[in-house]
């Protein structure tokens, strides 16, 4: 299958694939919103990745949106599941992404850490892609009367490596102006550059790394699959243990009322926890206990245990940022 056209001298391609990456909150989903020229992309965070399509500029574009990484966090400090989607996120537009734009939101100052984190994350796709990267600055709006190339200077050594790395390549967007299709127009033709550059070339990721974490994911599901059961196990284990010391204290307790009707005076049995005579006392301690439901699906399931760690690199960002 041919994506490529000739239109006079310039290669135009009927078709791209397109893979945004980078920090949380940079601007991803708005730039999909931006070169699909509509609203496909949800404005909220996600942990896994989302594909979008559209026809612009007589191109049949797909747009995949990896989840974005803590912007304070290195890939070494970032949770398995997100290395692993971002990996796997190549392998969502088959035969491979014509480019990857890395996004970068112009109105936050970059440091040490994002360019570690960039290139950590990138690496972990293989050193070809980065002949395959754009990088693809948001919030050009903030940029005011400077220019971007002024702004690449000023930033300092990290953020001029990085473009570096990338072959120079750059492009930039405010995301809050829809109606300037020139931004997009110039944007895809970067892209075929990019692309002309590699000799036609998509990029394709080394089938090894895409294999190692696939074979991981499987075997972290079978045993999250393995963990789910046990803990079923363990909770009819609770449970049945509970219903006999229901039916013991019924016993006892009709003996102890012979001898409390002896002449104790005292209700013992107002202690007891299983003084509920329908049950209702272990409906509420199973009810209360804290265990994960069993009846989560893997997506909620990879989806909280995201969140969680999320939460506290959060935190630690805020402080980070407030020191
Ligand atoms: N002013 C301005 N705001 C922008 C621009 N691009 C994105 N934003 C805003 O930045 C915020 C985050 O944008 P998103 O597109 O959701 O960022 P994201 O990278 O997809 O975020 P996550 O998916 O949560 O990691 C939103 O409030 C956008 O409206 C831009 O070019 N200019
Ligand atoms: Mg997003």
Redesign the pocket.
Known sequence: MSSKMDIGDAQHFSELRIV?M?????????????ILGREE?D????AQCVRRHGEVADRHITVI?A??WWKNYTVEMSPELLKQEIVLSVSLCPPGPHAVLL?I?V?YRFKETQRKAMQGFLDLLGERVWSHTIVLF?????LSDISIEQYIESEGQDLQWLVDKCGNRYHV????NRSDDTQIKELLEKIEETVALNNGRHFEIDRKILQDVEERRRAEEERAKERMKRMQNQRENIRSQMMRGVEKSDTWSMGSSAYSSLGSGSDSRSDSPFNYEDGSYLQKRCNSMDLPSPYMSGDERSTTSMRSSACSSNISEAEEESS
């Open positions: 945004l980078g920090y949380k909150e940079a601007g991803k989903s708005s730039s999909g919103n931006t992309f404005l909220k965070s996600s949106e989840p974005g996004i939101d109105s948001t919030y050009g709006d903030s967007l405010n995301n809050h």
